[in-house]
């Protein structure tokens, strides 16, 4: 069975947001099948020397995306990753990207790789081929797996400002999933979370935050303490805006409420707003005892 066949069956767009293992819906015959291909790939005979390392990458991406954590498999594969002069020869962008994501997606650490990732991603050649999602992937996935190495935070927030243009290429997820990233290492960079205030606050891109979006950016600026009244204010514009506030489910309500607490930021209007969603019939009977 050739490696193309193993991912053909999980083949998706990433998105950090909603591939996880507890999203992941596998059945019971695409189980017993992911099964029988764990155990073919385990075989000593699989990889030939010449196995290009996208096809490894892609392995591991596709049980990540399925949700099955195979502890043996991803240390087989990380093992493969490895192989060669200095370990990840050959591996482009979108390699480094989709193997930091797989293993940060399903849980694991594996020491050896992930030092041999931050060796790849600490050279300024290499981290400049990154695309912006290639970029907001990669920490994001570092920063699940809580990995924090002051010369790869260097070399990311570097690379993140040495374009000033970077930021416009910035969908929603890549400019929250950096920020999220950055505040969950405790990371507190001036200038680069003034970038990306810029981008959040240029015209009409705020008001394609969706909820749990607008709760995150909230949530990142009251965990590094950055008490941004420009963006604070926009983003409360934002949430008395019409039918905004009755797409807030549980998670996003607890956090906004939090992190205007924590900022100690009094908006009346923005709580207010936030009172009388929880106590739309059936909402607060959502929340559990530690939403946040």
């Known amino acids: ?14 998105s950090v947001t909603s591939a996880s293992p507890s999203d992941a819906k596998v059945g019971h015959r695409e189980e017993g099948l992911m099964e029988v291909l764990a155990d073919r790939i385990m075989a000593d005979n699989f990889f030939g020397s010449g196995t290009a390392p996208q096809n490894i990458v892609n392995c591991a991406w596709a049980f990540a995306t399925f949700g ?6 991803m240390s087989r ?58 970029i907001a992937n990669t920490i994001w996935a570092l920063a699940t797996l809580g ?17 000033p243009q970077r930021f ?60 941004d009244y420009q963006l604070i204010k926009a983003i409360s514009d934002r949430l008395l805006d019409q039918g905004c506030m009755a797409t807030f489910e549980a998670l996003s309500l607890s956090t906004s409420a939090w992190a205007f607490a924590t900022l100690s930021i009094r908006n009346d ?16 009977r959502t929340f559990e005892a530690q939403t946040t």
């Open 1 to 14: 069975m050739k490696l193309s066949a193993i991912t053909c069956r999980a083949r998706a767009p990433i």
């Open 68 to 73: 099955i954590r195979n502890e043996a498999l």
């Open 77 to 134: 594969l990380a093992n493969e990753m490895l192989r060669g002069n200095g370990g990840l020869e050959g591996f482009k962008a979108v390699d480094v990207t989709q193997a930091a994501w797989a293993f940060a997606t399903l849980g694991i650490h594996n020491d050896a790789l992930m030092a041999g990732l931050i060796e790849h991603l600490t050279q300024q050649q290499f981290l400049a081929k990154f695309s912006p999602q290639n």
């Open 147 to 163: 990995i924090s190495d002051e010369r790869l935070v260097a070399a990311l927030t570097a690379e993140l400002l040495r374009v």
């Open 168 to 227: 416009n290429n910035f969908g929603v997820q890549e400019v929250c999933n950096t920020a999220w990233a950055f505040a969950k290492l405790g990371v507190q960079d001036e200038a680069l979370m003034t970038a990306i205030s810029r981008r959040i606050l240029e015209p009409g891109f705020l008001a394609t935050f969706p909820a749990p979006n607008l709760a995150q950016t909230l949530w990142t600026y009251a965990t590094l303490g950055i008490r």
């Open 269 to 284: 209007d923005v709580m207010a707003a936030l009172a009388e969603r929880i106590l739309q019939p059936g909402v607060l």
